[in-house]
């Protein structure tokens, strides 16, 4: 019986050693997790010290009034000085005249920088009408005149470039201008304290001359001959134009 026993233990023991084979796959070891792994955290940047933050440092050095005031001349100013700013330059001991110079340093900064210019859209010139009419004018008759008036009513357009008289009795004293015909335009003004009065109007050719008036230039009506100047002036600025004074009318 203890015979048996034996040999039983030994087949056990030959059956076990049997089982683990060479070359087996040895266990796996336990990956790391990522959290063991993870990349450490970069460190927080330092935050660029204030001017204010500057200031108080230079000052706690033992640095001079003269030289922060230097120091401060120098710097760009971001912001104004706030109300914190201000007591905590004051409780680090800084006098009021830093405090007060670098406020001031700001607002010369802010008084210095180029103001942004605004864009000026210019008005345009406008143009003068081609074409215009002046009823209610007379013109004066340069010939021999006995017992009637020396001015003759009519109407005075200017279209096409051309100047056109239209006398209202006699067809005959019409005048007709072309604009490259005329050399000159004037006014013929009286002279008076305080200013002189235009009451006549004058285009001049290289051999004539023809001269306008309202047709109640007499009563001191002188509208008429001063549109006719400004009109002509403004058409063709290249025109010669001048004013005669004269003592009567």
């Known amino acids: 019986m203890k015979f048996l026993l034996t040999a039983a233990a030994s087949l056990f023991a030959a059956s076990t050693l049997m089982g683990q084979q060479p070359g087996s796959a040895p266990v796996p070891s336990p990956v790391p997790s990522a959290a063991g792994t993870a990349a450490e955290a970069a460190p927080m940047p330092t935050p660029t010290p204030s001017l204010v933050d500057n200031i108080i440092k230079l000052w706690k050095a033992n640095l001079s009034e003269d030289f922060l005031r230097k120091y401060i001349s120098g710097s760009d100013i971001a912001k104004d000085l706030s109300a914190e700013d201000m007591v905590r330059l004051r409780n680090a001991g800084l006098p009021e005249s830093l405090i007060s110079a670098l ?10 920088s180029p103001a942004v210019a605004a864009v000026v859209t210019p008005t345009p010139t406008p143009t003068p009408p081609t074409s215009m009419r002046w009823e209610g004018l007379a013109r004066r008759n340069s010939g021999v005149v006995l017992l009637k008036s020396r001015w003759d009513p009519g109407v005075l357009e200017f279209k096409d470039e051309t100047l056109r008289w239209t006398d209202a009795r006699d067809a005959s004293k019409n005048v007709l201008l072309t604009a490259k015909q005329m050399t000159e335009q004037q006014l013929t003004c009286l002279k008076k304290p305080g200013g002189n009065e235009c009451f006549e109007w004058v285009v001049k050719t290289k051999s004539q001359e023809y001269r306008f008036r309202d047709i109640a230039w007499e009563q001191g009506d002188n509208t008429k001959v001063a549109e006719l100047f400004a ?19």
């Open 103 to 112: 406020a001031e340093h700001k607002r010369a900064a802010a008084a210095a």
């Open 231 to 249: 009109y002509f002036r403004s058409l063709y600025p290249n025109l010669v134009f001048s004013q005669v004074p004269v003592d009567q009318k």
